[in-house]
């Protein structure tokens, strides 16, 4: 995360920074995401296109620090029409079921979020709810874990979509996820645009915003970790650098996907191939999913 007035280039393969502390470098595969904080930066164009080649996300921010916009590579998949052709062409019963596998993978992943942060009885009633989610979740169970789960992790007073520092927060570590999530896409062929769920015409991420659910629990542990450990100053909603700096890592956090650890945004990328399996093999089986790696409980 690059907060004050710099300089960016390549320089032998690496990136370069330069600022009135003097001029460092760090290797390009090293990076997993470059968010651009400042508006005193300015970049070079073979920079951009290495960030490219090597699947680095590259985020923009507004006037807040907020996260609000991507840079995604635009590089020919060797079976971009082909997969392209297949998830326009995908049926709705096909698409249900997908649904139903993210929905289900997210409110486990809310259920080992409150047993690492409450207590085993409070995410035992969510890791029940998971099992009546059905083929695209007609019951919307998603909506009901919501707010059972909401009021277990941040108290009864929290809602969601408020414009408090906690929100302020939340929203900061989907938004890095947003750009982990949709960059995998692209790079695997798939069409950010046509989503499972999603189908907001006017949004070119529908996909992304539907594969992206199953990671929300990990922003969600780390904001309340975050709380916990004094680094988010009730009575604002602007968050500190250190709290930035802190949500811009998400991408190196760890999970199991596959029956391995990865990071997040390695899991992504499995995500991803995954889901370009289940849909040329027509079976929601074949998508991989995220889940928590068992860790000890949140003091």
């Not at 007609?138 to 059972?148: H, K, L, S, T």
């Not at 009864?156 to 939340?170: K, M, P, V, Y």
């Not at 700096?245 to 990328?269: F, S």
Request: charged share 20%.
């Amino acid at each position: 995360m690059i907060q004050n007035a710099a300089a960016l280039s390549l320089s032998k393969g690496q990136l370069k920074l330069q600022n009135d502390e003097g001029a460092f470098t760090l290797p390009i595969e090293d990076i997993t995401a470059l968010i651009l904080e400042s508006p005193q930066i300015t970049l070079s164009s073979t920079l951009l296109s290495a960030c490219q080649e090597h699947g680095v996300a590259v985020l923009t921010c507004d006037a807040t620090h907020m996260p609000n916009g991507a840079l995604l590579p635009f590089q020919p998949h060797s079976r971009q029409s082909r997969v392209a052709h297949l998830q326009i062409s995908w049926t709705d019963a096909l698409k249900n079921r997908l649904w139903q596998s993210v929905i289900q993978s997210k409110i486990t992943n809310q259920a080992t979020c409150l047993e690492q942060t409450t207590d085993e009885e409070t995410a035992k009633r969510l890791y029940v709810i998971a099992q009546r989610v059905k083929s695209g979740d007609p019951d919307n169970i998603e909506a009901q874990a919501a707010r059972y789960y909401w009021q277990r992790l941040l108290g009864d007073d929290f809602r969601r979509g408020g414009s408090d520092i906690i929100n302020a927060a939340l929203n900061y570590g989907y938004a890095v996820l947003r750009a982990f999530v949709a960059r995998s896409q692209v790079a695997y062929g798939l069409l950010p645009t046509f989503g499972i769920h999603h189908c907001n015409q006017l949004n070119a991420y529908n996909l992304t915003d539907d594969l992206m659910e199953v990671f929300r629990p990990f922003t969600d542990y780390q904001v309340f970790s975050m709380r916990r450990d004094g680094l988010l100053e009730a009575g604002t909603d602007r968050l500190s650098k250190e709290a930035r700096a802190a949500l811009a890592n998400i991408g190196n956090i760890t999970c199991r996907i596959d029956g391995n650890t990865h990071t997040i945004a390695n899991a992504c990328d499995k995500m991803a191939a995954g889901l370009v399996n289940a849909i040329e093999g027509k079976s929601p089986a074949l998508l991989l999913l995220p889940e928590f790696e068992i860790r000890n409980k949140t003091q």
